[in-house]
């Protein structure tokens, strides 16, 4: 099955800089990336997806790059906010009959005032 | 639209007794799943329904846990008998397209379970 790593588990960084989450998938059937932004004690919440047939996406302060052939995907907040703290989590998921997302381990993120 | 609804939102059990956990899809969703998120961790797939059947419950311990979705609509997780190592957050979601397809899943607040 599908295998997720995300990198680092913590991050810190000071008001206004960037920030870059990694991860990496196994199955190279994916097709399919979301992020998801988690505040402490509430629900996972879609903040970015990117398909395969793209390679970046943008929204905002928020982009996603996916590199196929590698089998890596990127997360990049910039200008970061002191609302931008909170655990984010990558996931990959094949977009078939039955689509199920496997998701990384996730990056505590902390935005320093 | 209300989201997705799950009760209760904490519980705390003692191991070996059971517990049961309820959850409401958005209306119209056809795909439900419940994930498990142990503290620390990214959630991971315990069932998916489509409709009121199942299409992966490969990961789903079922010696201890099960689940149905018997109309469709609603689901139940129930697990028994619990072990300490089951405490975690148990997080619903539902998809609105029919065989996942391009849907968003949209998550639910979680029922934390503590066992002791």
């Known amino acids: 099955g599908e295998n997720v790593e995300q990198h680092p588990s913590t991050l810190s960084v000071q008001e206004g800089d960037s920030a870059v989450i990694k991860c990496t998938y196994s199955d190279s059937a994916s097709n399919y990336f979301p992020w998801y932004k988690q505040e402490l004690g509430k629900r996972p919440q879609l903040i970015i997806d990117?398909?395969?047939?793209?390679g970046e996406k943008k929204d905002q302060r928020i982009a996603v790059t996916l590199n196929k052939t590698a089998k890596h995907f990127s997360l990049h907040i910039t200008e970061t906010q002191p609302e931008d703290s909170a655990v984010y989590f990558c996931?990959?998921?094949?977009?078939?009959?039955?689509?199920?997302?496997?998701f990384g381990s996730g990056t505590q993120l902390t935005v320093l005032p | 639209e209300a989201g997705v609804a799950q009760s209760p939102r904490y519980k705390i059990i003692e191991k070996r007794q059971s517990v049961a956990f309820w959850c409401n899809p958005i209306s119209g969703h056809a795909t439900l799943y419940w994930y498990q998120q142990i503290l620390g961790q990214g959630p991971k797939l315990l069932i998916q329904f489509q409709n009121n059947g199942v299409v992966d419950d490969s990961q789903l311990p079922k010696d201890r846990f099960s689940a149905e979705r018997l109309k469709g609509v609603d689901s139940t997780l129930k697990i028994q008998p619990a072990k300490l190592e089951d405490s975690a957050v148990y997080l619903c979601?539902?998809?609105?397209?029919?065989?996942?397809?391009?849907?968003?899943?949209?998550f639910g607040e979680g029922s934390r379970l503590t066992v002791l």
């Open positions: 990117i398909r395969s047939n793209v």
């Open positions: 979601a539902s998809s609105g397209l029919a065989g996942g397809g391009t849907g968003e899943l949209f």
């Open positions: 996931a990959a998921a094949t977009s078939g009959s039955a689509r199920q997302l496997t």
